[in-house]
């Protein structure tokens, strides 16, 4: 009985060892015909293993994030950026944070806000410019105010844009007034009346299938091969504006107004991966002070990013076209993963750029 019982066992053995010869001769014998296919195969895997299911790059950041979140439409918000307005809330939440000049030599904010969906109040919002419009266009998002201006006003009549307005029927869904504050300066909104407002307006909420963005993104963290030293970055705007390198966590802080610029949610200063410097023709267009800037055409823009700045310049053929931005040779310029923060100045402007 014993003896049968090895036998069985050696018959068993031998039959495994036959079938994983087999099974590695088999495998071997699988390669690649081509170079060009072991390539692709490497891309392909990179790709995969790179963007989880559900997640994609995002189009304002290169950030990994929800395709959900990352498919829909931003909001654009007008941000006041007087000193009376500060601190401002939900800013430090912005993918992009513009800053151009309007009247009266001020400047004025719009943050681009990507996922608002922990957005609890965002503001103070102020009235529209019609160039702002452009800059909510660039990135597809739904352009938020309280107010415009003439100029803004038939800019939004003459295009047909559906935007989220202060002044209208539905003002409650989307705004509220702080008691904390003193009109003009105590309007906002949160993430939910955002996603509230869309829904009153009948905005469309969603990306088109075929929008791939407008930025380009590195893949790893990159310092720029060739450029200036840009260690502390100060813009000639009223506000002061000035970005100095924390090397620590390889961003910008920013500072406006002599001080700290944070976020009065968090109480955090404001950092940034990219800054972006965007030098256009201003022109006063009416006896108050309203400015036009001339958007479209193509002129000298800064890329500053890891403590190196780079002249690069910019293009926009159309209202319709979106702003991208390229090296001298012709390629298009990568900015790294991270937020950014644009500053869009006149010709004239002299950036100071130190170490």
């Not at 923060?341 to 006149?346: E, K, L, Q």
Request: charged share 20%; glycine share 8%.
């Amino acid at each position: 009985m014993k003896s049968k019982a090895i036998t069985i066992f050696l018959t068993i053995l031998m039959l495994f060892t036959l079938t994983a010869c087999s099974n590695e001769e088999e495998t071997e014998s699988i390669e690649p015909t081509t170079e060009v296919q072991t390539e692709t195969q490497a891309q392909t895997e990179e790709t995969v293993s790179a963007v989880p299911e559900g997640m994609m790059h995002s189009f304002l950041t290169g950030e990994l994030i929800s395709t959900e979140i990352g498919r829909r439409r931003p909001f654009a918000v007008m941000i006041n950026n007087v000193e009376k307005a500060l601190p401002q809330s939900g800013i430090g939440q912005a993918s992009i944070l513009y800053e151009a000049i309007v009247e009266g030599n001020i400047t004025r904010m719009m943050a681009v806000f990507e996922d608002t969906t922990e957005l609890e109040k965002a503001g103070p919002i102020r009235s529209a410019r019609h160039n702002y419009i452009d800059f909510a266009m660039d990135n597809e998002a739904i352009f938020v105010h309280y107010g415009w201006s003439i100029f803004a006003e038939n800019k939004i009549s003459d295009l047909g844009l559906k935007t989220l307005n202060g002044l209208s029927s539905y003002e409650k869904t989307v705004f509220y007034r702080a008691t904390d504050r003193q009109a003009p300066h105590n309007v906002y909104t949160s993430g939910e009346m955002l996603e509230a407002g869309v829904t009153a307006v009948g905005i469309e909420p969603l990306l088109s299938e075929n929008y791939e963005g407008r930025l380009s993104f590195f893949k790893e963290d990159t310092v720029p091969g060739t450029g200036t030293t840009a260690n502390n970055v100060s813009i000639p705007f009223t506000s002061s504006s000035k970005l100095v390198y924390d090397h620590s966590k390889g961003e910008y802080a920013k500072f406006e107004f002599g001080a700290e610029h944070v976020d009065a949610q968090t109480g955090e200063q404001l950092y940034f991966k990219n800054i972006l410097i965007q030098f256009v023709d201003y022109s006063t267009i009416s006896n108050e002070g309203h400015q036009d800037m001339a958007l479209n055409g193509s002129g000298r823009a800064i890329l500053i990013t890891n403590g190196k700045a780079v002249d690069i310049t910019w293009e926009r053929e159309s209202d319709s076209d979106h702003t991208k931005y390229y090296h001298s040779d012709g390629t298009q310029t990568q900015f790294n993963i991270g937020k950014s923060y644009f500053a869009i100045v006149p010709t004239d402007f002299e950036i100071t750029m130190t170490e």
